[in-house]
């Protein structure tokens, strides 16, 4: 099986970058669906739009697309980089929504919430394949609660304030389908233990900023992951680099089990805002 994955600057091995059409063609989309959902925002409700050649409900993009401008001119007036905003690039969030959907991924969890705007991308992809979110964040979600609460998609994400370490620790083992790292990548390797045995075989592991602003940061974290048995990994060059691994289960196929069934086994909340 093949294995890759992005090089830091001292290069790992040699990363095979998947245009991202190529990868969705690969793995077989062929249709999507979207669900309908309340909106309480401003914008007036339009169904059926499409944003990234993806089905997306136009007023969502509308809003999306807003919240990411709002949060890059939050970002400009921010010498501090910890308070910024530092949302996912739209590309990036796209793919990602995407892959949701393509996996039919039930139990996500995404570390690192800012202001929401991946949280509602996951929770759209999420609400289109019957699936939940937890998103952890250190920080307050406050933000986040009230941007996903204009969205209508509140129902599909738990908040959780806690440590990204802390809440994969407390995880049951191979109850997340798909996991997504947009925290401080210098703790990402610490996590990976962790990582491994919460993530299920045939679940996506998901991690932005392989191709910058430092790919250095992740350069152990990605050996670790090559020299790990039955994991295959992949950066597509989207955004800031997307770098995606799928656990295989025991004999190289996808778990018998498929995509885990009850959402509730993601864990609790250990505090939700
Ligand atoms: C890059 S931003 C997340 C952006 C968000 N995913 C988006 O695209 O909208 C990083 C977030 O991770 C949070 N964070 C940093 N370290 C963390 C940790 N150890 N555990 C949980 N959250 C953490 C920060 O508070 C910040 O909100």
Redesign the pocket.
Known sequence: MTRSATAGPAGLVANRQLPVAGLLVGIGVCGLISVPVSRSGPDSPAAGGVRFGLTMDDWLARRLDRLYAE?QAHDARQADR?SR????EPTS?SLLAQLVRVAAARAIV??????????IWLADAAAAVGGQVVS????STDLAQRNLAETGLADVVNLVV????D?LAQAPSASIDFL?L???RT?YLGWWPEVQRVLRPGGLLVI?NALAPDPAELTDLLAAILATDRWTSDTVPIGKGLFLAWKASRDGTRDPGGPVRATEDVGAPRSAS
Do not use: H, K, M, P
């Not at 995404?110 to 949280?119: K, R, V």
């Open positions: 949060g910890l905003r530092r949302n996912l969030a995404e570390i690192g919430t800012s202001n929401g705007y991946s949280t952890v964040d250190n920080a806690a440590d990204g370490g809440y997504f947009d925290a401080e703790a932005d």
